[in-house]
């Protein structure tokens, strides 16, 4: 009695079949000649990799910036919490303050320095308008990618506050914080109605 082979059998040995001759499921001496294939990884630049992070928050940050209406920027979700402007120029000085322990002063147009309640405070809460914030928070992220960009050496050290660190850790402390306001600036446009331009 002769038995004939199902068409799935048929079928499956037709994928099988070029599997061999391409040398998948060869000998071990096949494989063995079979060339490996190359490959290139770039080397980890955790500074190039911070770097790109703020420019990238620095890109929403500007949107959300830009497309708050000006009637909600003096908007804040309660007592005492700082509005939608003060957020924005809390970023901003920011960005000034954190580039000087890495040897970039603020410019002097600002009056920033190390003096946080005398210098940044004020800053952040002078009278400004929309296109004023939008303009100060465009300059202080390309400020600090500029700080960022010629203080590379993460193991030169830094005083952050009076407390003795380095670049490197000033740097992620920099881009955790741009992250944290990030966050905070989201949550008050869509308590405002507004959609983030990018999720759009």
Not at 8 to 13: L, N, T
Not at 29 to 35: H, V
Not at 126 to 132: F, L, P, V
Not at 137 to 155: E, I
Request: hydrophobic fraction near 45%.
């Amino acid at each position: 009695m002769s038995v004939r082979p199902s068409r799935r059998a048929v079928g499956a040995a037709f994928v099988f079949l070029p599997m061999l001759s391409s040398g998948c499921g060869g000998s071990p001496e096949q494989a063995a000649a079979e060339p490996a294939a190359e490959t290139s990884v770039a080397a980890f630049d955790a500074m190039s990799e911070l770097a790109s992070a703020v420019n990238q928050v620095q890109d929403k940050m500007v949107a959300l910036a830009e497309a708050i209406p000006e009637d909600r920027y003096d908007w804040r979700p309660g007592e005492g919490v700082r509005s939608v402007a003060e957020v924005f120029m809390h970023v901003a000085a920011d960005n000034y303050v954190l580039a000087i322990p890495a040897g970039t002063p603020a410019p002097a147009a600002t009056g920033i320095t190390m003096d946080y309640a005398g210098t940044v405070v004020p800053y952040e809460n002078r009278s400004a308008d929309k296109a004023e914030i939008v303009a100060d928070l465009r300059a202080s992220f390309q400020h600090l990618l500029g700080a960022m960009d010629r203080a590379r050496d993460a193991d030169a050290p830094a005083d952050m506050f009076g407390r003795s660190s380095t670049v490197g850790a000033l740097w992620v402390m920099t881009t955790t914080h741009m992250h944290e306001h990030l966050g905070q600036a989201i949550a008050y446009a869509r308590s405002n109605g507004v959609v983030p331009p990018w999720s759009q």
